[in-house]
């Protein structure tokens, strides 16, 4: 089983995508993936070829009030597709596709 991951993060105060943005991967205490928004706020290959387990995906957004937010999930098999949606005083997130 192989497990491959990207992400976006859009600002949702200004309407448009968060480039510049830094991402981290862990598993467990280890970091296993990082990389920076690009200009469409995405990072289209976090990492792939990972083993199914539990991550934390963590977001440094340029963000008046959050300067962390941190996902856990669990990865079975396939692909995935974790966006962050974020504005000054509010943080969502989703499993897209």
Do not use: K, W
């Not at 993936?33 to 995405?42: I, K, M, P």
């Not at 976090?46 to 996902?71: C, K, M, N, Q, W």
């Amino acid at each position: 089983m192989s497990v491959s991951i990207s992400t976006h993060v859009l600002d949702t105060a200004v309407g448009r995508p968060a480039a510049q943005v830094q991402v981290e991967l862990f598993q467990g205490a280890g970091p296993v993936a990082s990389g920076e928004t690009d200009v469409d706020g995405r990072i289209v290959n976090l990492a792939d070829g990972l083993e199914p387990g539990s991550y934390s995906l963590i977001f440094h957004p340029r963000s008046p009030f959050f300067t962390r937010v941190e996902l856990e999930v669990e990865l079975v098999e396939g692909h995935y597709h974790v966006p962050l949606l974020v504005s000054p005083y509010g943080c969502a997130s989703y499993r897209g596709s």
